[in-house]
């Protein structure tokens, strides 16, 4: 199977209403590991990865798969940060990515069950989407991600209104994820996911990438003084 | 007061053949055009939550204001269709059952319409950013909206039935109230009222109530409504 990656963004933006959001911005995505899309409220993590993704339309420059985007978006998936519900019952709200995709009701619920054992969903399989809690929520948002077998996966602060049981199982799904080759990029406001997860760490400021680098490389000694306050905890305007 | 109610439940158990033809009439016309405009104006509601055209608001408040259509002056639009000089008038229509399902399409399809617009226009605020992300086409998204939405929308179609179930005006002026042939109940309780048999107008008139119940309950028992634990 052809790679949609990598992603190039030249000159990248976008608006709404008038008003600049994210960009200009230059960054290219390639394959393998996490990259975690980090930096104060407002600064654009949530536009630039629905801006990647297709959510969001580059109002200037360009943003470029390496195939072409009918493609490029058949393999790729999203997770919101308040985990979108669709009015089933947790089977039928995982196999409905794959009923999309044209495969056969039975064989699209099979993948489903198995999808759940995987996830821990197992016992859920007949209850209500709507009526799950939220860790559970997210972890169907994910699998209903992932069962698909995108090659690029999108997260907007997955684990913002979860404990830290949920938060830990998630980022276990997500680590299996990569592993298992997925390339994912997902935004976070918490520091400590943030070292426990990136590879790479792209720092938004104020729309735009202020800083972007190897994770390690960026926690130990980051370049602007922004960064440099905002992985102490200070506050960043 | 008192008798006239006795003597209607006697005439309902009666098992009348007239009585149970007028039922059974009633009962078609209003189904077909239950199901007829449901089939238009179920997607025409979806269709139009999930598209966005030119002179979309102005289509959406019409379709609205079409909600209150007057009932005879739909009567009259379908009568001068279907009358031997009318443009549809060769299909010998009027004073036909099929001209009452008509008249009656014509009034429900737009409240059909308009209530699932709003239902699904909501659900669509929801759902939006999923079915984009998972790049649905059109016709998946309304049918996704339509069936998730389906508890709402059958309270939509059920308003519709409200509707067809009780209507006089058009159905008259179109199906004529013949006997053994287009007299349904609403037509048939103010024909007997009119001639003053007001025992038999309130048998039809609690019939007429017994049937929008039942079907009305009927519809919820299929479609699983109200249940603990569901949507």
Known sequence: MVSILPLKLTAATAHMRGKRLVGPV????????MTLVIGPNGAGKTTLLRLMHGLQRCSGGALI??????????????????????????????????????????????RAQECAQRFGLEDLLSSWAPMLSGGEKQKLSLARAL???????FLDEPCANLDGSATREI?????????????????????????????????????????????????????????RAFIKGDIVE | MAQGFLDAWALVFSFDVDLYEIIFLSLRVTISAVI??????????????????????????????????????VGLFVYMLLSRSGPLGGFGLLF?????????????????????????????????????????????RIMALLWDGRRALLTATLAGLGRAIGEVGAIMIVGGN??????????????????????????????LIALAIIINLMIHMIGKTERAGTW
């Open chain 2, 36 to 73: 007829i405009a449901a089939l238009i104006g179920l997607p025409l509601g979806a269709w139009l939550a999930v598209n966005r055209f030119y002179l979309r608001r102005y289509v959406i408040a019409v379709l609205n204001a079409l909600m209150g259509l007057p009932p005879v002056v």
């Open chain 1, 65 to 110: 798969w390496a195939v072409p985007d009918v493609e490029a978006r058949q393999s790729q998936a999203f997770v919101f940060q308040a985990p979108i519900m669709m009015r089933r019952r947790v089977i039928d709200s995982l196999a409905y990515p794959l009923r999309l995709r044209g495969m056969a009701k039975r064989a699209a619920r099979g």
């Open chain 1, 26 to 33: 230059d960054f290219t995505l390639g394959s393998g590991g």
């Open chain 1, 171 to 227: 980022e276990a799904i997500l680590l299996a994820a990569k592993a298992a080759g997925t390339r994912i990029v997902m935004s976070t406001h918490d520091m400590g996911q943030a070292k426990r997860l990136a590879d790479d760490v792209i720092f938004m400021h104020k729309g735009l990438m202020h800083e972007t680098g190897v994770a390690a490389e960026f926690f130990a000694t980051p370049l602007t003084p922004e960064a």
């Open chain 2, 178 to 207: 013949i006997e053994h042939s287009t007299r349904v109940l609403t037509t048939a309780i103010a024909l007997e009222t009119g001639k003053g048999n007001f025992a038999f107008a309130m048998g039809l008139g609690l019939v």
């Open chain 1, 147 to 153: 069962i698909v077998e995108p090659e690029v996966l």
């Open chain 2, 96 to 140: 036909s059952p099929g001209a009452m399902i008509i008249a009656q399409v014509i009034i429900i399809t737009p409240l059909i319409a308009s209530l699932s617009h709003q239902t699904i226009r909501d659900l669509w605020a929801e759902y939006h950013d999923l079915l984009i992300s998972m790049n649905t086409t059109r016709a998946q």
